[in-house]
């Protein structure tokens, strides 16, 4: 299909598939002539698509008469958005659809040979399928032997028998490199030559009538090559190599199998197939071509393709930065001053090297990374994040962001992505820096610069997928039209031909090929050395299967062993370049998948961290909903995990803003209503107090901290569309958020919390208990309370109490301290004398407190009665579906029992304030949380059924 994207696309898109009927009128026809395209009703489903008032559309592109240089209806408008002149009218007399217009005016160029269109509604979540194309000019040519746009290799001295066919009498012209090698004078309309071979040719068949009207077929005459075999030297590997003492040598390396021999085509060489520039095969891996560059200037920059037997022109896959003949025009000399023009008369993309370059100059060479359970991460996209969108814009708001206190910054995909405004998904080329946002120097000491507040980078990476720019795509593909695109070929040893998941996108690379993993490899290599950075999160990690189909959403969600094995095994690549590198999965799926990357060579210090998705829970409470509204999962253990490796969020780049749901859907109590903005913004305050106070790591979505409240749908002129969805938005900073007293105040307050959370080495500790909408204790639901303790901190604060109200009205909050004495509110270091432990303490809707014992004034706390409630389960695990619970000095015990995914499962009081509870544990094998109430505190075991 001849559609380029911006971004990402994340919609379903249905498509009606076979060929649909249609009639032009007149036909045949010349490109000046104006025509009638009509199409029946009958092939339009107007319901599933979702078609309002008949708005059907067309979306077209034309080919030169070679059937080339395919180039896009200037009307078309954007896929998600159909110019309104591309819509047909509809005759409801005749339920039939019709556009009429004249090529030449439509597609804004002369000399059309052909034009395809598909039809679409306005969105592009709806369309027709496969392409049509219709001939334009009223004398055809049929090229029967070779094909039109095909190559033909033939030996030198050899000859070809060139015949082609027309539709009206012509006289016929053969061109060879432009220069006429026969000719007839008789018309015809049948074409015959035995043309001999005497080098590599572009070929030309011309056909003309008696009218002057031509027409033209191309095709390539090629003569084989012996290519040498020599073993590739050792300084040299796939991409581009510098030589380690020669700054007049460069090494190039492409791995091409199924290719019979490569050019290097260049700068170097005017850009012509030369075979002195003809790469040599490696012995041992005869799939691999190699060549040496020498002579070269030092300092003088150099661009070059490989052009393969077979034609397929592509940069270099391993390209730190390449030109693109599509994108670089629309980059400004204040975004990236002093770009290189892209090569006239090129196409594609190109790559670049320079030789004798002077190294960054790093300012922070041995960073000492936060420690995974302890990272803040703050999830930006630049393109949305500065007015200027710019790696320098960026530096400039690192203060902004050290004063919220994150000690991470995750980056949106910026490897060379289709486009130079989009979320980054789109990537083309995984190994090489966009250009849209900068040079490599300015990236470079924005990292360093990041490094120098205590601050790590992480890049978001899709190595699921690749866009059909790719030269990994393009080099193995089907191009029907010879436009150097098409879906990938059988034999590509990086992609499926079909997708092997339900969530697809683009092209689904094989991770089961060696090929895929030494090009995933590669990548993780150039961004953790060449730029530092410190850790990945990787994107859709659902797709690292070859077990699914693309229909199938049940077998992609469900455990897939081979996806288990692929991503432990480039865990172990990653971090055998960077031993305390980060690596985060968006896998959003089973417990028991996940464990197996997140308890993953934990004795080492390692272990994958994955996404833990709370957006819905956190919503429901900052609206005012206590329908699942249950946020108890933050909890690691509940899933499973050994350490604390849940990378807790509400919000993402790629989930509704919370204060969006809380404008428009909030619930309203009287005068207090949720809907109103200040109102809203005190709730975010909560949010952040009930949020970053749990252990372990954490990530926000930039200008959650300044209540952003614009949809992830909002279209450019304010509407809101899901075709939108990865559309540009407005930035905080520009419209003054970040000065705006009640908006600021929120950022003050996460810095707060977040400050708090730093100071106090309490909030490292693995035993916690998160207790959201616990009906039991508040039949009102929407309290909140989480209890962080450490019993082996001996001096400073060890326990940790959080409650909050989410409710629309006040609360008395029991907060069920374990032990009486002075408290802190660590909020504003206000000291309180507890001397019931289950005395409730009011709270206005919205309203939180975080507590912590105090440790100025110990004498004051009763330090034993920690010790006093105590909770065991003994000969556990437990066999045979009986268990003892053995208690101690728990008056008004509460016996509560939770499984992995905080289900209650079963729930009793205690008679006795000591003694033994034989409990019949008939549950699931499995591991459970058995909980202790008491009027002096908590207890917490973990029980394991066999």
């Given at each position: 299909?001849?559609?380029?994207?911006?971004?990402?696309?994340?919609?379903?898109?249905?498509?009606?598939?076979?060929?649909?009927?249609?009639?032009?009128?007149?036909?045949?026809?010349?490109?000046?002539?104006?025509?009638?395209?009509?199409?029946?009703?009958?092939?339009?489903?107007?319901?599933?698509?979702?078609?309002?008032?008949?708005?059907?559309?067309?979306?077209?592109?034309?080919?030169?008469?070679?059937?080339?240089?395919?180039?896009?209806?200037?009307?078309?408008?954007?896929?998600?958005?159909?110019?309104?002149?591309?819509?047909?009218?509809?005759?409801?007399?005749?339920?039939?659809?019709?556009?009429?217009?004249?090529?030449?005016?439509?597609?804004?160029?002369?000399?059309?040979?052909?034009?395809?269109?598909?039809?679409?509604?306005?969105?592009?979540?709806?369309?027709?399928?496969?392409?049509?194309?219709?001939?334009?000019?009223?004398?055809?040519?049929?090229?029967?032997?070779?094909?039109?746009?095909?190559?033909?290799?033939?030996?030198?001295?050899?000859?070809?028998?060139?015949?082609?066919?027309?539709?009206?009498?012509?006289?016929?012209?053969?061109?060879?490199?432009?220069?006429?090698?026969?000719?007839?004078?008789?018309?015809?309309?049948?074409?015959?030559?035995?043309?001999?071979?005497?080098?590599?040719?572009?070929?030309?068949?011309?056909?003309?009538?008696?009218?002057?009207?031509?027409?033209?077929?191309?095709?390539?005459?090629?003569?084989?090559?012996?290519?040498?075999?020599?073993?590739?030297?050792?300084?040299?590997?796939?991409?581009?190599?510098?030589?380690?003492?020669?700054?007049?040598?460069?090494?190039?390396?492409?791995?091409?199998?199924?290719?019979?021999?490569?050019?290097?085509?260049?700068?170097?060489?005017?850009?012509?197939?030369?075979?002195?520039?003809?790469m040599k095969r490696d012995t041992t891996n005869p799939d691999l071509y190699w060549i040496e560059l020498s002579g070269l200037t030092p300092q003088q920059l150099y661009t070059f393709q490989?052009?393969?037997?077979?034609?397929?022109?592509?940069?270099?896959?391993?390209?730190?930065?390449?030109?693109?003949?599509?994108?670089?025009?629309?980059?400004?000399?204040?975004?990236?001053?002093?770009?290189?023009?892209?090569?006239?008369?090129?196409?594609?993309?190109?790559?670049?090297?320079?030789?004798?370059?002077?190294?960054?100059?790093?300012?922070?060479?041995?960073?000492?990374?936060?420690?995974?359970?302890?990272?803040?991460?703050?999830?930006?996209?630049?393109?949305?994040?500065?007015?200027?969108?710019?790696?320098?814009?960026?530096?400039?708001?690192?203060?902004?962001?050290?004063?919220?206190?994150?000690?991470?910054?995750?980056?949106?995909?910026?490897?060379?992505?289709?486009?130079?405004?989009?979320?980054?998904?789109?990537?083309?080329?995984?190994?090489?820096?966009?250009?849209?946002?900068?040079?490599?120097?300015?990236?470079?000491?924005?990292?360093?610069?990041?490094?120098?507040?205590?601050?790590?980078?992480?890049?978001?990476?899709?190595?699921?997928?690749?866009?059909?720019?790719?030269?990994?795509?393009?080099?193995?593909?089907?191009?029907?039209?010879?436009?150097?695109?098409?879906?990938?070929?059988?034999?590509?040893?990086?992609?499926?031909?079909?997708?092997?998941?339900?969530?697809?996108?683009?092209?689904?690379?094989?991770?089961?090929?060696?090929?895929?993993?030494?090009?995933?490899?590669?990548?993780?290599?150039?961004?953790?050395?060449?730029?530092?950075?410190?850790?990945?999160?990787?994107?859709?990690?659902?797709?690292?299967?070859?077990?699914?189909?693309?229909?199938?959403?049940?077998?992609?969600?469900?455990?897939?062993?081979?996806?288990?094995?692929?991503?432990?095994?480039?865990?172990?690549?990653?971090?055998?370049?960077?031993?305390?590198?980060?690596?985060?999965?968006?896998?959003?799926?089973?417990?028991?998948?996940?464990?197996?990357?997140?308890?993953?060579?934990?004795?080492?210090?390692?272990?994958?961290?994955?996404?833990?998705?709370?957006?819905?829970?956190?919503?429901?409470?900052?609206?005012?909903?206590?329908?699942?509204?249950?946020?108890?999962?933050?909890?690691?253990?509940?899933?499973?995990?050994?350490?604390?490796?849940?990378?807790?969020?509400?919000?993402?780049?790629?989930?509704?803003?919370?204060?969006?749901?809380?404008?428009?859907?909030?619930?309203?109590?009287?005068?207090?209503?949720?809907?109103?903005?200040?109102?809203?913004?005190?709730?975010?305050?909560?949010?952040?107090?009930?949020?970053?106070?749990?252990?372990?790591?954490?990530?926000?979505?930039?200008?959650?901290?300044?209540?952003?409240?614009?949809?992830?749908?909002?279209?450019?002129?304010?509407?809101?569309?899901?075709?939108?969805?990865?559309?540009?938005?407005?930035?905080?900073?520009?419209?003054?958020?970040?000065?705006?007293?009640?908006?600021?105040?929120?950022?003050?307050?996460?810095?707060?919390?977040?400050d708090i959370r730093n100071a106090y080495p309490v909030f490292r500790s693995k035993t916690y208990t998160v207790e959201s909408n616990n009906l039991t204790n508040d039949p009102n639901g929407?309290?909140?309370?989480?209890?962080?303790?450490?019993?082996?901190?001996?001096?400073?604060?060890?326990?940790?109490?959080?409650?909050?109200?989410?409710?629309?009205?006040?609360?008395?909050?029991?907060?069920?301290?374990?032990?009486?004495?002075?408290?802190?509110?660590?909020?504003?270091?206000?000291?309180?004398?507890?001397?019931?432990?289950?005395?409730?303490?009011?709270?206005?809707?919205?309203?939180?407190?975080?507590?912590?014992?105090?440790?100025?004034?110990?004498?004051?706390?009763?330090?034993?009665?920690?010790?006093?409630?105590?909770?065991?389960?003994?000969?556990?695990?437990?066999?045979?579906?009986?268990?003892?619970?053995?208690?101690?000095?728990?008056?008004?015990?509460?016996?509560?029992?939770?499984?992995?995914?905080?289900?209650?499962?079963?729930?009793?009081?205690?008679?006795?304030?000591?003694?033994?509870?034989?409990?019949?544990?008939?549950?699931?094998?499995?591991?459970?949380l058995v909980h202790l109430k008491s009027d002096s505190g908590i207890a917490i075991q973990k029980m394991i059924i066999q």
């Amino acid at each position: 299909m001849k559609k380029f994207y911006s971004g990402i696309l994340l919609l379903m898109i249905t498509l009606v598939f076979g060929q649909i009927s249609y009639t032009i009128t007149p036909n045949p026809f010349n490109e000046t002539d104006a025509i009638t395209l009509s199409v029946p009703g009958n092939q339009i489903d107007e319901a599933a698509w979702g078609v309002a008032n008949n708005a059907v559309y067309i979306w077209s592109w034309s080919l030169d008469t070679n059937y080339q240089n395919s180039q896009d209806c200037p009307t078309n408008g954007t896929w998600t958005n159909s110019n309104e002149l591309n819509r047909l009218n509809y005759n409801s007399a005749t339920d039939t659809y019709s556009i009429t217009f004249t090529p030449t005016t439509f597609y804004g160029r002369t000399g059309i040979g052909r034009f395809g269109f598909l039809l679409k509604n306005k969105t592009g979540t709806s369309q027709t399928s496969p392409d049509i194309f219709v001939n334009v000019g009223i004398l055809s040519l049929n090229l029967t032997n070779p094909a039109a746009n095909s190559l033909t290799s033939v030996p030198t001295g050899n000859s070809i028998n060139i015949t082609g066919t027309t539709n009206v009498n012509a006289t016929f012209q053969l061109k060879a490199n432009g220069s006429v090698v026969h000719s007839t004078s008789t018309p015809s309309t049948s074409y015959s030559y035995s043309y001999t071979v005497t080098g590599d040719a572009n070929m030309e068949l011309i056909a003309t009538d008696a009218n002057s009207n031509t027409k033209n077929k191309t095709f390539i005459v090629q003569v084989p090559r012996n290519v040498v075999s020599e073993a590739i030297p050792s300084w040299i590997k796939q991409g581009i190599n510098y030589h380690p003492t020669d700054q007049t040598k460069v090494g190039l390396a492409l791995y091409a199998p199924f290719k019979n021999f490569v050019h290097v085509i260049g700068s170097f060489n005017s850009w012509t197939v030369n075979d002195t520039y003809l790469m040599k095969r490696d012995t041992t891996n005869p799939d691999l071509y190699w060549i040496e560059l020498s002579g070269l200037t030092p300092q003088q920059l150099y661009t070059f393709q490989y052009r393969t037997n077979d034609l397929r022109k592509v940069a270099d896959p391993y390209s730190p930065q390449i030109l693109s003949s599509y994108d670089d025009q629309w980059i400004t000399s204040s975004t990236y001053p002093n770009l290189p023009a892209f090569p006239a008369g090129q196409d594609f993309e190109v790559s670049m090297f320079k030789t004798g370059q002077a190294p960054y100059n790093w300012q922070v060479t041995n960073f000492q990374r936060p420690a995974k359970d302890n990272l803040i991460i703050y999830e930006l996209l630049l393109r949305d994040f500065t007015q200027e969108k710019t790696w320098q814009s960026l530096i400039n708001k690192i203060t902004y962001l050290k004063n919220l206190k994150i000690n991470a910054i995750e980056l949106m995909p910026i490897m060379e992505f289709e486009g130079n405004l989009s979320w980054g998904y789109n990537t083309s080329f995984h190994y090489a820096l966009d250009k849209a946002y900068g040079t490599p120097e300015k990236f470079k000491e924005f990292v360093d610069i990041c490094h120098q507040n205590g601050i790590a980078v992480i890049l978001d990476v899709a190595f699921n997928h690749a866009t059909g720019r790719s030269p990994l795509v393009r080099l193995w593909n089907v191009d029907p039209d010879g436009d150097g695109y098409g879906n990938v070929a059988a034999n590509n040893p990086y992609f499926n031909t079909v997708p092997k998941h339900s969530y697809n996108v683009f092209e689904d690379f094989n991770h089961s090929s060696s090929s895929t993993k030494y090009y995933v490899e590669r990548c993780l290599q150039q961004w953790l050395t060449e730029y530092k950075i410190d850790g990945f999160r990787w994107d859709l990690t659902k797709g690292f299967t070859q077990n699914c189909s693309e229909n199938d959403e049940t077998c992609t969600n469900a455990y897939q062993q081979d996806r288990v094995d692929i991503l432990k095994y480039y865990a172990d690549k990653q971090w055998a370049i960077d031993p305390n590198s980060y690596m985060i999965f968006e896998h959003l799926g089973t417990d028991a998948e996940e464990q197996q990357w997140a308890n993953y060579r934990i004795a080492e210090g390692k272990g994958v961290m994955l996404w833990n998705k709370q957006t819905d829970p956190y919503n429901q409470n900052t609206m005012g909903y206590k329908e699942n509204s249950n946020y108890d999962r933050m909890n690691h253990a509940l899933r499973g995990f050994t350490n604390m490796h849940a990378v807790g969020f509400g919000e993402s780049h790629d989930e509704e803003r919370l204060m969006f749901k809380n404008l428009a859907y909030g619930a309203v109590n009287g005068s207090y209503d949720v809907k109103n903005l200040n109102t809203a913004l005190e709730r975010m305050k909560t949010f952040g107090a009930t949020f970053f106070t749990i252990p372990g790591p954490k990530m926000i979505w930039q200008f959650g901290e300044l209540g952003y409240e614009f949809s992830i749908n909002r279209c450019g002129d304010g509407s809101i569309n899901p075709g939108c969805r990865t559309d540009e938005k407005p930035i905080a900073f520009t419209l003054g958020y970040d000065t705006n007293v009640n908006r600021k105040a929120v950022y003050d307050t996460w810095a707060k919390i977040i400050d708090i959370r730093n100071a106090y080495p309490v909030f490292r500790s693995k035993t916690y208990t998160v207790e959201s909408n616990n009906l039991t204790n508040d039949p009102n639901g929407l309290i909140t309370r989480i209890y962080v303790y450490d019993n082996a901190i001996t001096n400073g604060v060890k326990n940790i109490v959080v409650i909050a109200n989410y409710n629309t009205t006040a609360q008395n909050v029991i907060p069920y301290f374990p032990y009486t004495g002075q408290w802190q509110n660590l909020m504003d270091n206000s000291i309180s004398n507890i001397t019931s432990t289950t005395a409730a303490i009011t709270l206005q809707p919205g309203e939180f407190r975080i507590f912590g014992n105090y440790v100025g004034t110990l004498s004051t706390i009763d330090e034993t009665a920690a010790y006093k409630l105590s909770l065991q389960i003994a000969d556990n695990p437990v066999k045979n579906g009986l268990a003892k619970l053995i208690y101690h000095k728990a008056k008004n015990g509460e016996i509560v029992i939770y499984d992995m995914s905080g289900k209650k499962v079963d729930q009793f009081k205690l008679k006795n304030e000591d003694g033994a509870y034989e409990l019949k544990a008939n549950y699931a094998p499995g591991t459970y949380l058995v909980h202790l109430k008491s009027d002096s505190g908590i207890a917490i075991q973990k029980m394991i059924i066999q």
